[in-house]
């Protein structure tokens, strides 16, 4: 019996009961002999509620002030998880992020782990403890400043002591069963995933999935850390995330599914730029004002210029929050770029297939848009990897999009799970 | 203008207005030239409420995570005013107790203050900031651990911090105008004292005066540090606690005044042991009991024997709180003391009055005991030190006993002050 990391989030942990009751979790762990470390979120709504304090006494809350503040949620949740297991007559000892070794850059509210150094928590298990760290913060290895990981911060830590602990699993708890072939509250026939490959998660992750962020697993799949994504209600196996399926028999006669499941995203929006000069350096001028604009975009697409005009449109898609700041950020150098005129379309919905047994399938594409068109789907972008291919769509198709791919690949089971699927926030 | 240390409690920062009230308040040191290093509670009931959430996931919650979980609340108070100071063009960082160098023992909920080595405080002021610090809390020297200070602690943080850091005032902002000659929810007539001395002022807080903690006074008389009690509400002057009096006048012509104030407690209980042996070594036997218990007792009176049995009583007083465990512990050494019977009385109440200048006046006991049996008032114990008088009456008496003092000697104010008088609590 190994070492175990085990992270729950804020909606595992809300109420004193939730913590009684994840209290009860961890000690079974430790029970069945395991050394157990467990990374916590702040309970349920803290984060929010202490977001919304700091709007009323600051306009713009600063890097740091701000961090200061938002780890009091986990204070709280680990300190009192802490004394829910001393309770049931176990020996708990609670870390912040600064005293778990987690040590991070010195970019405030998205801080990147640059290092982790967990000899308190070593020391705590080898006195038989139970380790209890609180998720999302660490401390800046130049300034000593508290600083917090950003989204999916908690999990990041979790997979992160992972690895510096070398433990056999990093156990992630959520609210929901596991990680599904499609969104069960879009498809009633989405199926748990026993087993997915680190790069067919990232894809899902990076296409609209909630369930693990793309960071987290980037991490795990660096330094070979199993996940298990699993509910802290039901306490049923869930999905398992790592290099090799743990249920292929010896041989590996058993061959990975073609498809790991269909993602769907609609919190992002599409921009056209509108006769843009078909000569070299103009894409580049284009993106290079909005990464200048630190603005993260997702797809882009470029189609052949009309050869009549010389003139070609570029379209990308980002997050509908950044939209303002991306069309202020072209505005600025229309002059110098002399494009015809901007499009900005919020409508939209991102339909992603995952699959990497899709490389060596080449049907796969030419299913994927004979469901689409079948459910009466227009397709208005398409980009490809090597193991996915995302097309957007009026957003209000997505739902009919994501349902035909899913019966189309076979990955409709035979009954409708009753889940609840929601998404873990940090 | 030197360095100042303002400390604000709980109810100073209740809500965000609260938090940008101070900070208005801060801001206008600042620009007065001081430097400013601000010490800072939790927000209004915060800290109740996760005791409350303590006691829901654990019947007895331990030290350490106790200390862990009750820390979060200053982190939060501490965080938003930097904000809010910042928000008015100004810099500023927070610090935790760890952070600012509070070096307590490793006694948890309730640890003192062993040393405190602000470097990180005097880096951020050299720098040009204001440094908030949280107070209340501190780390353990051998442990590495987060403790905290127990009652009164915020006061003693931010007086231990004034004496590191060499500054020429602790201000001490809580919600009432200063400290009073009584408490002015019972004698409508009483006066702000402009001025008294640290040794007055440790005797009126271990008599009951509850705007500044004995533990606080006597840190800041070992050091020197002048304290200024003020209001974060009216910005008047309050009362300043320090060695000289600094309204007097060179060559010291100006006496100090006979009587500081009038104290009252109705917060502790009388036991009685009836029939102890009179002879030597049975108090001993009595106190020593009490203590292995932990209890603190407060006055201790023991009557001369009757000749014709050879017993006394021993009467002294301790917090209600700890009446049961006081009564447990006699209990179990009643044989071997072979007293008679114990009595308990929580309907008690204590008052006390205080002054240097007693010493140098007779008369003073003589007109105390006349006002209060004018009042009609019974006495069942006396207590005396060499600047202060202490009585033990029926708790319904005491209200009537404090007026009928503090008009005996003068300290009537010619009109009705109004003001709320309440407890900073932490």
């Known amino acids: ?9 804020g909606s595992s942990v809300a109420d004193a009961e939730g913590i009684k009751r994840v209290a009860r979790r961890i000690v079974d762990a430790k029970k069945a002999g395991h050394e157990v470390v467990v990374v916590v979120s702040a ?22 002030e701000f961090d200061m503040l938002l780890t009091a949620g986990e204070r709280i949740s680990m300190a009192l998880l802490a004394m829910a297991i001393k309770s049931l007559g176990h020996e708990a000892q609670s870390f912040t992020g600064s005293q778990a070794g987690v040590i991070t850059d010195s970019v405030h509210n998205k801080a990147r782990i640059i290092d982790v150094t ?5 020391t705590a298990l080898d006195e038989g403890n139970i380790a209890i760290v609180a998720g999302f913060q660490g401390v800046s290895q130049t300034s000593k400043d508290i600083t917090t990981l950003g989204r999916g911060g908690s999990d990041t830590t ?5 690895a ?6 990093c156990e992630i708890y959520t609210d929901v069963d596991g990680v599904f072939t499609a969104d069960p509250r879009v498809v009633k026939k989405a199926r748990k995933i026993d087993w997915i490959a680190y790069e067919d998660m990232l ?19 660096r330094y070979n850390i199993p996940i298990h994504v699993r509910s802290s209600f039901s306490g049923l196996p869930g999905t398992i995330v790592s290099n090799d399926n743990p249920n292929q028999p010896e041989g590996g006669e058993m061959e990975q599914a073609i498809i790991s499941g269909v993602a769907h995203d609609t919190s992002e929006a599409k921009v056209t730029v ?17 990464a200048d ?94 193991i996915r291919i995302s097309v957007v769509t009026r957003a209000e198709d997505v739902n009919a999009a994501v349902q035909a791919v899913h019966s189309a690949f076979g990955l409709d089971s035979e009954t409708d799970e009753a889940v609840v699927y929601g998404g873990t926030g940090r």
Do not use: H
Not at 164 to 169: P, S
Not at 203 to 208: M, R
Not at 316 to 333: C, H, M, N, S, Y
């Open 158 to 162: 979790a997979v992160a002591l992972a």
């Open 293 to 386: 604009a630190e603005i993260n975009i997702d797809m882009v697409v470029q189609n052949v210029s009309a050869a009549s005009t010389g003139l070609t449109d570029i379209s990308f898609t980002l997050p509908k929050t950044e939209g303002q700041k991306a069309i202020d950020a072209l505005d600025r150098v229309r002059e110098g770029i002399g494009y015809e005129s901007l499009r900005y379309d919020d409508a939209i919905g991102k339909i992603s297939l995952v699959g990497a047994g899709m490389r060596s399938n080449p049907g796969v594409t030419a299913t994927f848009f004979e469901a689409l068109s079948a459910a009466g789907v227009n397709i208005e972008l398409i980009s490809t990897s090597e």
């Open 118 to 122: 967990p000899g308190r928590i070593r």
């Open 203 to 221: 894809e899902l992750a990076s296409s609209g999935s909630k369930v693990l962020l793309d960071r987290c697993v980037e991490y795990a799949r």
């Open 164 to 169: 510096a602990l070398k433990a056999e699993v």
């Open 1 to 9: 019996m190994g070492l175990v990391v085990q992270k729950y989030g």
């Open 274 to 290: 509108v006769g843009v000069p078909d000569k070299p350096g103009e894409a580049a001028r284009i993106f290079r004002a909005i």
């Open 43 to 64: 309970m349920g709504d803290t984060t929010d509620e202490l977001i919304e304090l700091a709007e009323k006494v600051s306009p713009l809350p600063a890097g740091r």
